[in-house]
T-cell receptor
Framework: KQEVTQIPAALSVPEGENLVLNCSFT??????LQWFRQDPGKGLTSLLL?????REQTSGRLNASLDKSSGRSTLYIAASQPGDSATYLC??????????????FGKGTHLIIQP | KAGVTQTPRYLIKTRGQQVTLSCSPI?????VSWYQQTPGQGLQFLFE???????NKGNFPGRFSGRQFSNSRSEMNVSTLELGDSALYLC???????????????FGPGTRLTVL
């Protein structure tokens, strides 16, 4: 059974710092890995999607890497801002019966950026 | 383009009742997935529909069921509600052609279900 772990569970840093969020997964037979953010009481917003054949994806101040063989992904946030405060979730999509399975999520990293 | 919409946004039910939640995907998206989010278990996959057919199912009891209509709108139903069914229920849609696993999932705001 696929397990997704996110470290740290919570993080509080001053504005302007660069930071790294970690995600690990136990089954490397993945279609893709996706990073989301969730604001309190809201749904999920997709940040980056990395296909299994890719090593990294970038969007603005965000960069996500994928090392399928070691079962790890990192989300790098450059020059953090208070608006980045949210819970960041990592999710993997596995192969299942010739197609793709539902997403398996980590428990998330609760990030607070102090002004 | 309008995003994924879910109705109702909030719902209060009592144990033993049943409930139906609705999800309208982004226009043109044919895949709809449902997830349950609780503080203890986090986000868990319920099931996925594509072209009115259930394609995948998570590890939930048979009390949880769903369906998809020809316009891709989806409903999920929970019968005989239990206290532990209190959760945020999220719906996600994706374009999902043949290569289903390559799509980004777009989530709605969720329906907050409270079971008393």
């Amino acid at each position: 059974k696929q397990e997704v772990t996110q470290i740290p569970a919570a993080l509080s840093v001053p504005e302007g710092e660069n930071l790294v969020l970690n995600c690990s997964f136990t089954d490397s037979a993945i279609y893709n890995l996706q990073w989301f953010r969730q604001d309190p009481g809201k749904g999920l917003t997709s940040l980056l999607l990395i296909q299994s054949s890719q090593r990294e994806q970038t969007s603005g101040r965000l960069n996500a890497s994928l090392d399928k063989s070691s079962g790890r992904s990192t989300l790098y946030i450059a020059a953090s801002q208070p608006g980045d405060s949210a819970t960041y979730l990592c999710a993997v999509r596995l192969y299942s019966g010739g197609g793709a399975d539902g997403l398996t999520f980590g428990k998330g990293t609760h990030l607070i950026i102090q002004p | 383009k309008a995003g994924v919409t879910q109705t109702p946004r909030y719902l209060i039910k009592t144990r033993g009742q049943q409930v139906t939640l609705s999800c309208s995907p982004i226009s043109g998206h044919r895949s709809v997935s449902w997830y349950q989010q609780t503080p203890g278990q986090g986000l868990q996959f319920l099931f996925e529909y594509f072209s009115e057919t259930q394609r995948n199912k998570g590890n939930f009891p048979g009390r949880f069921s769903g369906r998809q209509f020809s316009n891709s709108r989806s409903e999920m139903n929970v019968s005989t509600l239990e206290l532990g069914d209190s959760a945020l229920y999220l719906c996600a849609s994706s374009p999902s052609g043949i290569h289903a696993g390559t799509d980004t999932q777009y989530f709605g705001p969720g329906t907050r279900l409270t079971v008393l």
